[in-house]
């Protein structure tokens, strides 16, 4: 039976990242993936000619190459792959969309101050004391405040909308739960999205693709696609071995699981009693329009509207409807800074909003097509609301395409199609055995950026036992 330093469980962000840091130290690695194509969550297919992203609206923690201290540019460093492979093309500038207020902000935060300070002049002093906070906190810490951000917010912003407003974007860019999240969490997403902000590869998520995968050859890593985890096999308080998909087995000294909490538990023969109520309520359909010419050019120039049509704003798991079309996001690829005369071909409108894993999950095959036809209808009509009325008609819709969380599922294998996985976190990493550690989603860093970050420093931590990192608890791992 083979044996490796280290296996680590699915190619997304973080089993990539994960996997490099690894190889980069000389150890031997394996990458097992269930799917045929990397990048989990943010992975790309064909259909008619074209290719779709699954995932990417924005790559969040924008930092010019130079920035040498910006958490963007320690992952590529870390990773030893040149932050100018990455191609971030920094955003036009983005929303937050509410009934009767609407805040700009981008990648320079003052923008988002002027517009507080217009519309909320009362809070502009506790909004820049809140910036100072999220700037200072240790974002990398693996150990968990166990505070809450709305109960934080009330302390210091007194404006009930301005809380809300603050909060749909961090809440749509990366909760699992519902209505509220760590304050930890809470942090890291005010600053990768109000502090930082926007980017976006021209290729989309292939550009962060191709270099991850490209380095895993080049330091040794070997990646096995279509080949899953099928069993950890326990013996004490250790797995043993990895039972795969193809019916072999292998042994390693140290497990990074990227599955889930749940799942990874699942995987090991574990049922804990709290599962059920672990495995996340959030899942989400987005509809994709691609149009002839550049959206600009008819009036829609956000790069992401984060909306609420409703107050309070709501960000629960609707319960009579399978998907609630009163909030979401509206991201347009388009409206990122590209260099002169590399617009992208044609325009794309995705509009993203929660939907109800079980009323998806078990409809028949024409009943599920049926209701994915109804709710591209509803939720382009939504897109028509909620963004500027159009000068002159758009440019005609020449393609369509839809996810939903049974999408989501099938090609993650995330319980729930929960894309932010599980209500609760596991920041330490740490499972119910001594060399099975989580990493990605359910260790608690999101989104791209996060779960790169998250591969990084569970690596470091466990498996290449970085002396100084594994001495000093909850200190920074990058
Ligand atoms: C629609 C959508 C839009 C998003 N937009 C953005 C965005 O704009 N910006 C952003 O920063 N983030 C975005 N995200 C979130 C981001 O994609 C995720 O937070 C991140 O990619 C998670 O990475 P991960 O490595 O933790 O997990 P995953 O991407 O879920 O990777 C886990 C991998 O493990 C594999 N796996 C599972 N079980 C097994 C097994 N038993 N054996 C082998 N392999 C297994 C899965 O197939 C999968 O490839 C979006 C997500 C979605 C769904």
Same mark, same amino acid.
């Given at each position: 039976?083979?044996?490796?330093?280290?296996?680590?469980?699915?190619?997304?962000?973080?089993?990539?990242?994960?996997?490099?840091?690894?190889?980069?130290?000389?150890?031997?690695?394996?990458?097992?993936?269930?799917?045929?194509?990397?990048?989990?969550?943010?992975?790309?297919?064909?259909?008619?000619?074209?290719?779709?992203?699954?995932?990417?609206?924005?790559?969040?923690?924008?930092?010019?190459?130079?920035?040498?201290?910006?958490?963007?540019?320690?992952?590529?460093?870390?990773?030893?792959?040149?932050?100018?492979?990455?191609?971030?093309?920094?955003?036009?500038?983005?929303?937050?969309?509410?009934?009767?207020?609407?805040?700009?902000?981008?990648?320079?935060?003052?923008?988002?101050?002027?517009?507080?300070?217009?519309?909320?002049?009362?809070?502009?002093?506790?909004?820049?004391?809140?910036?100072?906070?999220?700037?200072?906190?240790?974002?990398?810490?693996?150990?968990?405040?166990?505070?809450?951000?709305?109960?934080?917010?009330?302390?210091?912003?007194?404006?009930?909308?301005?809380?809300?407003?603050?909060?749909?974007?961090?809440?749509?860019?990366?909760?699992? @739960?519902?209505?509220?999240?760590?304050?930890?969490?809470?942090?890291?997403?005010?600053?990768?999205?109000?502090?930082?902000?926007?980017?976006?590869?021209?290729?989309?998520?292939?550009?962060?693709?191709?270099?991850?995968?490209?380095?895993?050859?080049?330091?040794?890593?070997?990646?096995?696609?279509?080949?899953?985890?099928?069993?950890?096999?326990?013996?004490?308080?250790?797995?043993?071995?990895?039972?795969?998909?193809?019916? @072999?087995?292998?042994? %390693?000294?140290?497990?990074?699981?990227?599955?889930?909490?749940?799942? @990874?538990?699942?995987?090991?023969?574990?049922?804990?009693?709290?599962?059920?109520?672990?495995?996340?309520?959030?899942? $989400?359909?987005?509809?994709?329009?691609?149009?002839?010419?550049?959206?600009?050019?008819?009036?829609?120039?956000?790069?992401?509207?984060?909306?609420?049509?409703?107050?309070?704003?709501?960000?629960?798991?609707?319960?009579?409807?399978?998907?609630?079309?009163?909030?979401?996001?509206?991201?347009?690829?388009?409206?990122?800074?590209?260099?002169?005369?590399?617009?992208?071909?044609?325009?794309?409108?995705?509009?993203?909003?929660?939907?109800?894993?079980?009323?998806?999950?078990?409809?028949?095959?024409?009943?599920?097509?049926?209701?994915?036809?109804?709710?591209?209808?509803?939720?382009?009509?939504?897109?028509?609301?909620?963004?500027?009325?159009?000068?002159?008609?758009?440019?005609?819709?020449? %393609?369509?395409?839809?996810? @939903?969380?049974?999408?989501?599922?099938?090609?993650?294998?995330?319980?729930?199609? %929960?894309?932010?996985?599980?209500?609760? !976190? !596991? !920041?330490?990493?740490?499972?119910?055995?001594?060399?099975?550690?989580?990493?990605?989603?359910?260790?608690? $860093?999101?989104?791209?950026?996060?779960?790169?970050?998250?591969?990084?420093?569970?690596?470091?931590?466990?498996?290449?036992?970085?002396?100084?990192?594994?001495?000093?608890?909850?200190?920074?791992?990058?």
């Amino acid at each position: 039976m083979r044996e490796y330093d280290v296996v680590v469980i699915g190619a997304g962000m973080s089993g990539l990242a994960a996997a490099i840091r690894v190889g980069l130290a000389g150890r031997s690695v394996l990458l097992l993936e269930r799917h045929e194509a990397p990048g989990g969550l943010n992975s790309f297919y064909r259909k008619d000619g074209r290719v779709h992203d699954t995932g990417l609206h924005a790559l969040t923690n924008y930092a010019e190459p130079g920035e040498r201290r910006a958490p963007l540019n320690k992952i590529f460093r870390q990773l030893r792959i040149p932050r100018e492979t990455i191609d971030c093309n920094p955003q036009r500038g983005s929303r937050i969309h509410f009934p009767d207020r609407s805040l700009r902000f981008g990648n320079d935060p003052t923008l988002l101050e002027e517009e507080i300070a217009s519309a909320f002049p009362a809070e502009i002093d506790a909004f820049r004391r809140l910036e100072e906070e999220a700037r200072t906190f240790p974002a990398t810490d693996l150990r968990s405040t166990g505070l809450w951000a709305r109960p934080f917010l009330e302390e210091r912003i007194a404006d009930p909308l301005l809380r809300e407003m603050l909060l749909c974007p961090i809440l749509y860019y990366g909760s699992a @739960t519902e209505d509220d999240l760590e304050l930890d969490q809470f942090m890291i997403l005010f600053r990768a999205l109000y502090l930082e902000g926007f980017a976006r590869p021209r290729e989309g998520v292939r550009t962060i693709l191709r270099p991850l995968l490209k380095k895993l050859k080049e330091v040794g890593g070997e990646r096995r696609m279509r080949c899953g985890v099928r069993r950890l096999v326990p013996a004490g308080d250790r797995i043993a071995e990895l039972e795969l998909d193809d019916g @072999t087995s292998v042994r %390693a000294g140290v497990i990074l699981s990227s599955a889930g909490r749940v799942e @990874t538990d699942r995987l090991c023969g574990l049922h804990p009693p709290e599962a059920g109520n672990l495995v996340g309520r959030l899942s $989400f359909v987005e509809t994709i329009h691609i149009h002839e010419g550049q959206p600009a050019d008819w009036g829609w120039e956000d790069t992401v509207v984060f909306f609420s049509r409703n107050r309070p704003f709501r960000y629960r798991k609707p319960e009579d409807a399978a998907v609630d079309p009163d909030s979401g996001v509206i991201c347009i690829p388009n409206n990122y800074e590209y260099p002169e005369g590399r617009a992208l071909p044609e325009g794309i409108v995705r509009v993203t909003a929660i939907a109800d894993y079980d009323r998806w999950i078990h409809l028949p095959e024409p009943e599920y097509r049926q209701a994915k036809e109804e709710w591209l209808e509803r939720l382009t009509a939504v897109g028509r609301e909620v963004l500027p009325p159009p000068r002159g008609e758009p440019g005609p819709v020449v %393609a369509t395409d839809m996810f @939903t969380p049974r999408t989501i599922e099938h090609f993650t294998g995330h319980l729930g199609g %929960a894309v932010y996985g599980a209500s609760e !976190k !596991k !920041k330490d990493g740490r499972t119910a055995f001594r060399n099975l550690f989580l990493c990605g989603t359910d260790q608690g $860093f999101l989104g791209i950026v996060g779960a790169l970050l998250s591969g990084i420093s569970i690596a470091n931590r466990y498996a290449l036992a970085i002396e100084g990192a594994a001495a000093v608890e909850g200190a920074e791992y990058l």
